[in-house]
């Protein structure tokens, strides 16, 4: 019954480098999002992409970049860490807007930047 | 833009008792309305939805009906348990796909 996996729980990372979580789906939604989720914040939205090779950019991109070169695989880039970015970083697969219902959300990857 | 406005928690209950969660939103448009739920260590869950005005989700023994004129989503449960202890978040999704989360309210049961 899997539905959004994401490649790591837990991650840790020293300042400076460059860190790539990963993101995989097996329903074959077009949409696909990044969000971290922060005590006090909520998510907020990273980036998303509505198709294969399509990125936007949400609410907090900076220091962030993603890479969609498969429908079912979204990949958020740090590009130099920093501990900023120590975070809950959720991933989501959501069906077009005539299917509300479907919308799945990974475990999260735990990162904390030293 | 569109937002969600959700009560502070923590919200702490004993077992059996009646809860409620507010939840306020602004929006351009007709949005459809979500409450997730995050359990301990996990991902978010969609626990239910309403997709127009006056809808009634349900799921779990929880409830929310969408409720256009006061711009409002409350999450009831009659009678709450320990394990319904939890991160809950509203939610509004807006007509690109894009979903607003409100911050979230931890509610914790005691037995």
């Known amino acids: 019954d899997v539905k959004v996996t994401q490649s790591s729980r837990y991650l840790v990372k020293r300042t400076g480098e460059k860190v790539f979580l990963e993101c995989v789906q097996d329903?074959?939604?077009?949409?696909m999002f990044w969000y971290r989720q922060d005590p006090g914040l909520g998510l907020r939205l990273i980036y998303f992409s509505y198709d294969v090779k399509m990125k936007e950019k949400g609410d907090i991109p900076e220091g962030y970049s993603v890479s969609r070169e498969k429908k079912e695989r979204f990949s958020l880039i740090l590009e130099s860490a920093s501990t900023n970015q120590t975070s809950m970083y959720l991933c989501a697969s959501i069906a077009p807007w005539d299917r509300p219902y479907e919308q799945y959300f990974g475990p999260g990857t735990r990162l904390t930047v030293t | 833009g569109d937002s969600v406005t959700q009560m502070e928690g923590p919200v702490t209950l004993s077992e059996e008792a009646f809860l409620t969660i507010n939840c306020t939103y602004t929006a351009t448009g007709y949005p459809s309305l979500f409450w997730y739920v995050q359990y301990p260590g996990e991902g978010l869950q969609l626990l239910l939805k309403?997709?127009?005005?006056?809808d009634k989700g349900s799921n779990k023994g929880f409830e929310a009906t969408y409720r256009k004129e006061t711009t409002s989503f409350h999450l009831e449960k009659g009678s709450v348990q320990v394990s319904d202890s939890a991160v809950y978040f509203c939610a509004l999704r807006e007509q690109d796909d894009k979903i607003i989360f409100g911050k979230g309210t931890r509610l914790h049961i005691l037995p």
């Open positions: 309403a997709t127009k005005a006056d």
């Open positions: 329903m074959d939604h077009e949409n």
